[in-house]
C-alpha cells in the first residue's frame, strides 16, 4: 500500500543532487518546520521542542523574519538550525532563475550571520518543492533539502488523526519530516507534532537538526 505522506521512491533517483534524508540505521529523526516564523505557531513549536530536548531545522521566510525578529531570535537562541525559504515562499515554476535567486538573496540578508557556524554549508528548501534544474545548479553552494516524509498539517480536509498516524506510518530512520509553522497549519500541529514526538521518543529516537 502507498502512503502518500512519504515521498514517491523515483524522486531521489531523479534529483539525487538534493538532500532528501540522511541514510542511517540509528533512530534518529530530523524535524523541519517552514514558513516560519510566526507568533503562535513557532512559539508553540519551540516549547515542545525544549521539552523533549529536541533540537530541528526552520526553513524561514525572509518576510516572516523581518516582521518578527523577535521571534526569529528566539529560535536561534535555542540552537536550532536555520534554512532559507525564499523572501515570500515564491515558487522556483515559472520564475526566473535571476528573479529566484534574487529573492533567495533577500532572505539571506534577513537571516544574517546569526546563524553561521551551526551548518557546514547554507541550507535551501524550495517553497512547495518546486525548482528547476537551472536554479539548482545556481545554488551550487546551498545544500538543498527536500523530504522523505511530509506531514500534511497544512491540509484542512485532512483531520488531525489522520494527519498524525499517515505521518507516523511513513517515518524510518533518517527520515527529513516537514511540518509546518503556520497559522494555516495550525490547528492540525497542535495536534500532532506532540504526540508524534511523545510517540518516537518513546522508541528511543531522537531529534535533530540538520547540520
Request: net charge positive; proline share 6%; glycine share 6%.
Amino acid at each position: 500500500m502507498v502512503n502518500f505522506f512519504r515521498n514517491p521512491f523515483f524522486l531521489p533517483w531523479l534529483y539525487p543532487q538534493l538532500t532528501w534524508r540522511i541514510e542511517t540505521i540509528s533512530k534518529e529523526l530530523y524535524l523541519t518546520f517552514d514558513d516560519g516564523p510566526v507568533p503562535g505557531p513557532t512559539e508553540f513549536v519551540l516549547e515542545e521542542q525544549r521539552k523533549f530536548k529536541a533540537t530541528s531545522t526552520f526553513f524561514c521566510i525572509g518576510d516572516n523574519i523581518q516582521k518578527y525578529p523577535e521571534i526569529f531570535q528566539q529560535v536561534v537562541n535555542d540552537g536550532h538550525t536555520i534554512g532559507n525559504h525564499t523572501f515570500n515562499h515564491l515558487s522556483g515554476w515559472g520564475a526566473s532563475t535571476p528573479h529566484y535567486l534574487e529573492n533567495i538573496s533577500l532572505c539571506e540578508d534577513k537571516i544574517g550571520t546569526r546563524n553561521s557556524g551551526l551548518t557546514k554549508r547554507r541550507l535551501f528548501r524550495p517553497p512547495y518543492g518546486r525548482i528547476t534544474r537551472d536554479q539548482i545548479a545556481a545554488l551550487s553552494e546551498y545544500q538543498i533539502v527536500m523530504w522523505d516524509v511530509l506531514t500534511h498539517d497544512y491540509a484542512r480536509s485532512l483531520s488531525a488523526e489522520s494527519c498524525l498516524k499517515g505521518s507516523i506510518a511513513a517515518v524510518r530512520p533518517g527520515s527529513i519530516i516537514v511540518f509546518h509553522d503556520s497559522l494555516k497549519a495550525e490547528k492540525n500541529l497542535r495536534y500532532v507534532l506532540p504526540r508524534f514526538m511523545d510517540h518516537f521518543a518513546s522508541q528511543g529516537y531522537s531529534f535533530k537538526s540538520l547540520r
